[in-house]
Nanobody, 112 residues
Framework: QVHLVESGGGLVQAGGSLTLSCAASGSRFSIYSLGWYRQAPGKQREMVAS???????NYADSVKGRFTISRDNAKNTVYLQMNSLKPEDTAVYYCRVGAPYWGQGTQVTVSS
């Protein structure tokens, strides 16, 4: 079992920044691929960013150049640095570890 705890969401003005964190339990964190997803009201969940166990990163086109995903295997934690936030980024953000494990979600709200 892998248990994930997310933090770092909140309310920010457009153009501001937030850093999301997701801390995982378990001893095999370094093996897993990791990802951040978001879901806005009335919309499907979409991938925002991912990072493999070899630190290969991928981003949705909508966040390239603004968001950065990183991992700290020693701390069993994945981060999402979010800069130049837009109102369209408003959503609940979820972290993923491997295929079946999901965090509880953290709300990000960007005001105009």
């Amino acid at each position: 079992q892998v248990h994930l705890v997310e933090s770092g969401g909140g309310l920010v003005q457009a153009g501001g920044s937030l850093t999301l964190s997701c801390a995982a339990s378990g001893s095999r964190f370094s093996i897993y691929s990791l990802g951040w997803y978001r879901q806005a009201p009335g919309k499907q969940r979409e991938m925002v960013a991912s990072i493999t166990n070899s630190e290969i990163r991928n981003y949705a086109d909508s966040v390239k150049g603004r968001f950065t995903i990183s991992r700290d295997n020693a701390k069993n934690t994945v981060y999402l640095q979010m800069n130049s936030l837009k109102p369209e980024d408003t959503a609940v953000y979820y972290c993923r570890v491997g295929a079946p494990y999901w965090g509880q979600g953290t709300q990000v709200t960007v005001s105009s």
